[in-house]
């Protein structure tokens, strides 16, 4: 039962960790074109492309 | 008719980068995006291209001088779509931030709602927990939930705080309440060591409610940006007038103080100014509320705002004001606040249910109060009731369709000029077309240009630009160069009039030009051309134009049809061209030669006898019609006139949207009916167990938010079918 003094720290801060980084995204707009976005990351490079 | 465009007040300069947005039609998928990112970044001198593909925008940055606008919207041409000069409007800022802050309320509520849930669910399933536990979580919930609560509360708690200073409610101020009151509650429990709190409900409550609001945000954003785009693609422009009668246009924001201006008849003034040439009438209604038309010359002083019923004028603009930017925004923000009937319903039931749920819920705490139920439980009843008695439902019915349909109509091509377009469209059994212009693309072309003398068609050509009508635009056509002719009045309906060298000239209909018998015997030779006449002096000549039906006319009659709706053309064309044009679409009604009084006469006739009317078109004369039908389209070629009079604009060169707004308009009114009794049978069914004291405040706040969320999420329906 100690354990809890450990473990609810930890798991708020761990969840807090989540709600800063949400907020980063949100600020940095990348939330702006989704679709584009999501297309971007697999679409091909042209060869005359440095990579 | 090929004008100059100036591009500089779309392009922003950041030292030696120049940097300029762009609409672009026809990008469909994420391989478009990459071909014109790459298509445009292998142009010498662009810096960076960027596709937006949600909004379909494209921003450029290119080196100072290397090139300009023109060589990138015909590179992106060349690719196979087509770029439009865009301003991104100011108004964005605005809205962004409201998205923003919702969004960010709603990350901290869910943060708040699924750690205090951690507790709360340890506590209730907790077989032996001990009193010290119970309470440690209790405390460590309160910790979490104060903070977080606060934070994302503060949405509620404002526009509460704004409807209250303005002495009148709206359903944020009992759900405040609920909020405050619970979380009010579960403290006081916590500090007395009692067995429930309620912490994890109020968090369940804003985190729900708050998704359902940003539902409704991204909705209106999404909705407002494809108004943008679209009203972009029809750009306030003005006809500046350059030494020796030719005009150029420009788009509004660019104007200056001093410059000349041409105000032909069905336009809007944008800008301020003084009339230097040209005498007529003006329509002020839109700035005074004054439906009778003044009368204007030379020396007076006219307002933006001001319609031209009258022959043209040519203004000196004395004061540019802040328009064609916002126009675009605001657009979509005033069709959708108009109201509608059901609209006016439900909010009027929004507006009393307030304090009727405020009234409920102090009765239900009363009551238990003298049933022996002590404050503890009666106070929780009474939470309950408050909770799930909200209108929010009720309040979302009708607005989430609108917007989601408005955002459906944007994106087809249609510009709304009234939200209450939707409910009157989906009403519709009899559709009424112009010939002219609206079954036709609005350029005929001139067919017996070899056998008139030239100087004959340079004066011709010359009138017709005087004039809107597509008669007299595709005679102008003719020859593009010709300057417009000064002193041109029109009489609409009928023909263009001028003084020239002496001679009196018109350009009109048979009738105007004194052209009778010629026209009979055309007529003969040819059954399904377009007549304009030009009379110099005593000499009359016959300008032949054929006009092109919209590429997808045929079918979109046929769709029509087959859904049941009686079709009618009603043209101011002769009967020949009006039959030819019927037999081609498969119309069975048709009346050609119409004046424009007999129009009107004819559909409210049809109104009066119980029919609901769509009026489709596009003309001077038909203004008055579009009013006078339960509701009506346009297209964008018409005048400003008309496309005010108008319920609705559609742009490009087919017929479809006709059929794609009656078709979005029937499924987004069908919504706005199950979204209605979804909200009444909610409530019906939830207040009375609340009151009976079945419900927990926990089960109340998910019932409300996810009645909210299930009539927005089924408001996102109308986004396709019919």
Redesign the interface.
């Known amino acids: 039962?100690t354990m809890l003094i450990y473990l609810?720290p930890i798991?708020?801060f761990l969840?807090?960790l989540?709600?800063f980084g949400?907020?980063w995204a949100?600020k940095s707009g990348q939330?702006?074109?989704?679709?584009?976005d999501a297309?971007?990351a697999i679409?091909d490079d042209?060869e005359d492309k440095d990579n | 008719m090929r004008h100059e465009r100036d591009f500089s007040p779309y392009i922003r300069l950041e030292g030696e980068i120049a940097h300029m947005d762009f609409m672009v039609e026809g990008v469909h998928c994420a391989g478009c995006m990459s071909k014109i990112e790459k298509g445009l970044g292998a142009l010498e001198g662009v810096s960076a291209a960027r596709l937006n593909l949600g909004t379909k925008r494209l921003g450029v940055d290119w080196h100072k001088g290397a090139l300009g606008p023109k060589e990138i919207m015909e590179k992106v041409e060349s690719l196979g779509f087509k770029a439009h000069p865009f301003l991104p409007e100011k108004l964005k800022s605005a809205e962004k931030a409201e998205l923003a802050s919702l969004l960010r309320a709603l990350a901290v509520a869910g943060f708040g709602m699924m750690n205090v849930m951690l507790f709360s669910v340890s506590v209730w399933f907790g077989h032996d927990i001990g009193h010290e536990t119970r309470e440690l979580f209790h405390w460590i919930s309160a910790l979490i939930a104060l903070p977080c609560g606060l934070y994302a509360a503060m949405p509620f708690f404002k526009s509460a705080a704004r409807a209250l200073s303005k002495r009148t409610t709206n359903m944020d101020v009992p759900i405040s309440i609920g909020i405050t009151l619970t979380i009010g509650l579960s403290l006081y429990e916590t500090a007395t060591g009692g067995h429930h709190a309620y912490f994890e409900s109020a968090l369940m409550l804003m985190f729900f409610l708050l998704t359902g609001r940003v539902l409704d945000q991204m909705m209106r954003a999404r909705a407002r940006d494809f108004a943008v785009n679209v009203a972009s693609l029809r750009p306030q422009m003005a006809r500046v007038m350059l030494d020796g009668g030719v005009s150029v246009e420009t788009p509004v924001s660019a104007l200056e103080t001093g410059q000349k201006i041409l105000l032909m008849n069905g336009d809007g003034l944008a800008v301020d100014g003084r009339v230097l040439e040209g005498a007529g009438e003006v329509d002020v209604s839109l700035l005074t509320g004054e439906s009778a038309l003044l009368k204007v010359g030379a020396g007076d002083t006219l307002q933006a705002g001001t319609l031209n019923m009258g022959a043209n004028l040519v203004l000196e603009v004395i004061r540019v004001t802040d328009t064609s930017v916002d126009k675009a925004a605001e657009l979509m923000e005033r069709a959708l606040a108009s109201k509608s009937t059901v609209m006016a319903m439900a909010d009027r039931a929004a507006k009393i249910y307030a304090p009727v749920v405020h009234l409920a819920a102090l009765l239900t705490f009363i009551g238990w109060m003298m049933l022996g139920a002590g404050t503890h439980t009666s106070l929780v009843i009474a939470i309950s009731v408050l909770i799930i008695t909200c209108p929010c439902a009720l309040g979302l019915a009708i607005p989430a369709v609108q917007v989601v349909a408005g955002g459906r109509l944007f994106s087809d091509r249609i510009i709304l000029n009234r939200g209450e377009a939707i409910e009157r469209l989906a009403e519709v059994d009899t559709v009424v077309f112009d010939k002219t212009g609206t079954l036709t693309l609005a350029e005929p072309s001139l067919i017996n240009a070899d056998e008139l003398p030239p100087h004959i068609i340079a004066l011709a050509a010359s009138m017709g630009r005087a004039s809107r009508h597509p008669l007299a635009i595709a005679v102008a056509g003719a020859m593009p160069q010709a300057p417009i002719m000064a002193g041109a009045r029109e009489f609409p309906g009928e023909g263009v009039e001028a003084v020239y060298e002496g001679e009196t000239l018109r350009l009109g209909s048979a009738a105007f030009s004194g052209a009778k018998a010629l026209h009979d015997k055309l007529l003969e030779s040819h059954p399904d051309a377009s007549f304009i006449y030009f009379k110099k002096g005593e000499e009359v000549y016959p300008l032949i134009l054929s006009q092109r039906l919209r590429p997808d006319a045929r079918q979109v009659v046929a769709g029509l049809n087959a859904r049941g709706y009686r079709l009618i053309i009603l043209s101011g064309d002769q009967w020949g061209a009006t039959e030819k044009a019927a037999i081609t679409l498969g119309i069975e009604e048709f009346q050609g030669a119409m004046l424009p009084h007999e129009k009107i006469a004819f559909i409210k006739d049809m109104e009066a006898r119980g029919h609901k009317v769509l009026m489709v078109g596009d003309g001077l004369n038909d203004a008055p019609a579009l009013a006078a039908a339960h509701v009506s389209l346009s297209p964008v070629t018409a005048a400003e006139l008309a496309q005010n009079a108008a319920d609705a604009v559609f742009l490009g060169a087919e017929l479809a949207p006709v059929l794609k707004a009656i078709e979005a308009c029937k499924k987004a009114h069908r919504l706005m009916r199950e979204n209605l009794w979804l909200a009444v049978i909610y409530n019906i069914i939830a207040v009375p167990i609340a009151i009976l004291g079945y419900v927990t405040p926990l089960v109340a706040a998910a019932a409300m938010s996810i009645s909210s969320i299930l009539v927005t999420l089924n408001a996102l329906r109308a986004r396709k079918g019919a």
């Not at chain 1, 939330?31 to 584009?36: A, H, I, K, M, Q």
């Open positions: 039962m609810i798991a708020l969840g807090g989540g709600l949400f907020m949100l939330y702006n074109d989704l679709e584009g297309w971007r679409m042209e």
